[in-house]
């Protein structure tokens, strides 16, 4: 293949493991992160990085966003002046979950500079990340696509198109991590309940896990919070925190009522502000503070 430059802007857990990735399939990786401890680690597997974000973006032929939020793209891009430095004819390729006004704000802005934006929110772990095993939810205009089709290629296993204009990819993963803290709250509760109401949630879990009710994202969590785990599992609630305030705001403007997301991102607040360096299946712990009861299913 032919080798081509590449920006990564944000070395956290996904976004070194997408510039450790691609540089190990030949692409000419520059990578950016405001920590100058993350860009020592890039650094030390040989990756190349940059001082600035206009550094990173100057002369690549795609720049790719795992920042974390919409407020990032915005100062990456135009704020800080990556944009004014990459070329015509370029890509810049979101694939952090930013929500999609930020996205939709960003594209006619891009465009005005020749440069496509082509959104591709991913799910999937640091270690996908890390051998191009990530799944891609990408929306953009048809050429867009077909051009960033073999770079995104490169870094997931599935690469699923849903939509034609940016902002699409966005809204599919709001609704993925969604429904994901959905299913970790109501298996927060429902152990806690077993667990107040005096039964062996040990028990109660057992026969909840053999029905056609149970899910992975049920076992995964009644896992972490039976053995108390509640760091280093990869899921950090911060994130799960600023996803489920987009899919508040996503729902308010489509004027839709969905009082179980309400209820979940109250509960996910309250964990996020007391325990911030935990990870989502701390949603438990203010739900078993309300009883005084602590679920152990070691």
């Not at 691609?22 to 860009?39: E, F, K, N, P, Q």
């Not at 996908?128 to 990408?138: P, S």
């Not at 107040?196 to 972490?224: H, Q």
């Amino acid at each position: 293949m032919v080798t081509k430059k590449i920006g990564v802007i944000g070395l956290g857990r996904m976004g070194f493991g997408i510039g450790k990735n691609l540089m190990h399939r030949g692409y000419d990786v520059t990578g950016y992160d405001i920590s100058c401890g993350a860009r020592e680690r890039f650094r030390e597997i040989g990756g190349k990085t940059a001082e600035s974000c206009v550094e990173a973006a100057k002369d690549a032929d795609a720049l790719i966003l795992a920042v974390f939020d919409g407020d990032q793209v915005e100062d990456v891009l135009f704020a800080e002046g990556a944009a004014d430095v990459m070329r015509q004819g370029s890509q810049v390729i979101v694939m952090a979950s930013v929500g999609k006004k930020a996205v939709e704000a960003a594209a006619p802005k891009l465009a005005e500079r020749g440069i496509d934006l082509v959104d591709a929110p991913m799910k999937g772990s640091a270690k996908d990340a890390g051998c191009g095993n990530l799944y891609i939810m990408a929306a953009a205009a048809p050429g867009a696509l077909e051009k960033a089709e073999p770079l995104l290629n490169s870094m997931g296993s599935v690469v699923r198109i849903v939509g034609e204009q940016p902002g699409m990819g966005q809204m599919v993963k709001t609704c993925v991590q969604t429904f994901f803290c959905l299913a970790c709250e109501g298996a927060c509760e429902i152990l806690a309940l077993a667990k107040a109401t005096g039964l062996d949630e040990k028990t109660v879990y057992d026969v909840l896990a053999s029905t056609r009710a149970a899910s992975e994202v049920f076992k995964t969590t009644a896992k972490f919070i039976g053995s108390r785990c509640f760091r280093g599992t990869g899921n950090p609630i911060s994130i799960l925190r600023k996803d489920l305030a987009v899919a508040m705001e996503l729902s308010e403007e489509c004027g839709l009522s969905v009082p179980a997301v309400c209820g979940t991102a109250a509960n996910i607040r309250a964990a996020s502000d007391k325990y911030p360096d935990d990870d989502i299946w701390a949603a438990v712990r203010p739900v078993e503070e309300s009883a005084d009861i602590k679920i152990r299913m070691e």
